[in-house]
């Protein structure tokens, strides 16, 4: 497959798995109405998402009460061995990886196994990109971040070991309390990305997992990138991507949480995972999606241009909140919220209302001698009006 035709293939994929799933084959027959062939490849491709929240890069998650048990993703099915790992179920499957639930016989417990599919085993650029996150992957820990185990070729095959993590992809709207405190967590999880140089460029819902027990989770760095570490002019201006496999001007994520420099294909850093936690905020307060379209040119217009109404939030949103969430999805990347670490400290005070800089003020520490001084000259003028 020419790297034009692996792009339209995934764009359209992209567009298909944003839909409902009823909605999907007439996306795709309209889409392809006049390429037969690129309709039996997406055709495909959809034939192997089993949930209607299946991300384009199927992540490590045993969410949905929906999935089958004995559900065969791909070309493992159950009962297969790879390496120590015995392949129990399917979970997924996507553009970038087939994942499976899977026993770790040496350590007796519950795995999560991504795989390259067979059309993109032998490609480089998706090779690079599997690799790449495995990597990103490692240098990642943190509580609300998927921890991986580790990596295992057996024949053909490659695979990352992940944490299965047990819950439901993050539900809209949320109750105020709920929703601040979900957020928190994404912060705190973007936060230690950020600070090891690791951007994840597809933040969405159905990336983020809420455990039984109210931890988040945020899954699926196929996308993620490190971005070189010099920074010109004041070290706000986006820095180039150090990837080979990511081509100027190419359009990765997904277009409802895009932001709008990663929209036009331009080079990003922290600041577009700013943005696209901005949406996720604002969908988990409203309940309504923010950006939305009939086609994924309409959603990315939209992300572009359309208005940030405020006032679809709840009444109750706390003004410091409605402050973060304008400041996020500010569409020029200069003037955004400019650290994803003053978001986790808003949302761990969400009444406390806080200067632009995001901190607190401080009491002066004169004060104190001030007030101590004026009470002695009170003190003198009354004395002597005796």
């Known amino acids: 497959m020419d790297p034009e035709r692996r792009r339209q293939v995934e764009r359209l994929h992209h567009a298909a798995l944003e839909r409902p799933a009823e909605e999907r084959a007439k996306f795709v027959a309209r889409a392809c109405e006049s390429d037969a062939e690129l309709r039996s490849e997406l055709e495909s491709l959809l034939a192997q998402d089993l949930t209607a929240d299946s991300p384009v890069y199927g992540p490590a998650w045993e969410g949905a009460a929906s999935l089958p048990e004995n559900a065969n993703v791909g070309r493992l099915k159950a009962g297969a061995q790879l390496g120590p790992y ?139 990138c490190t971005p070189c570490p010099k920074l010109t002019g004041d070290g706000a201006t986006s820095p180039a991507m150090s990837m080979a496999v990511t081509e100027a001007g190419m359009v990765l994520g997904t277009a409802a949480y895009m932001s709008p420099e990663q929209a036009t294909g331009k080079l990003v850093d922290k600041r577009t995972d700013i943005w696209s936690f901005g949406v996720v905020l604002y969908e988990l307060l409203s309940g309504a999606r923010l950006f939305e379209g009939e086609t994924i040119g309409d959603t990315l217009a939209n992300v572009l241009t359309k208005p940030i109404e405020l006032a679809k939030l709840p009444d109750e949103t706390p003004s410091p909140i409605r402050s973060l969430v304008y400041r996020c999805l500010d569409r020029d990347p200069k003037t955004r919220l400019r650290d994803i670490g003053e978001a986790r400290i808003t949302l761990s005070n969400p009444q406390l209302e806080q200067t632009p800089n995001g901190r607190r003020p401080k009491p002066s520490r004169l004060i104190g001698p001030v007030l101590a001084v004026a009470a002695t000259v009170l003190f003198l003028v009354a004395t002597r009006s005796r």
């Not at 026993?103 to 059309?119: E, H, M, S």
């Not at 998706?126 to 991986?148: D, Y």
């Open 86 to 224: 015995r392949i129990e179920s399917g979970i997924g499957a996507g553009g970038m990886g087939e994942v499976y639930r899977a026993t770790d016989t040496k350590l007796d417990r519950q795995i999560a196994i991504k795989i390259l599919p067979t059309a993109f085993a032998k490609d480089p650029m998706h090779l690079a990109r599997f690799q790449r996150e495995a990597r990103l992957l490692a240098a990642l820990n943190h509580p609300n971040i998927a921890q991986i185990y580790g990596l295992e070729e057996s024949g053909d095959e490659r695979a990352l070991i992940m944490e299965l993590v047990h819950g439901t992809t993050l539900r809209l709207p949320q109750r105020l309390d709920s929703a601040l405190r979900c957020a928190r967590q994404i912060a705190e999880a973007l936060e230690a990305a950020h600070e090891k140089g690791i951007i994840h460029r597809d933040l969405k819902p159905s990336n983020i997992i809420v455990t039984p027990e109210g931890v988040v989770k945020i899954l699926d760095f196929g996308l993620a």
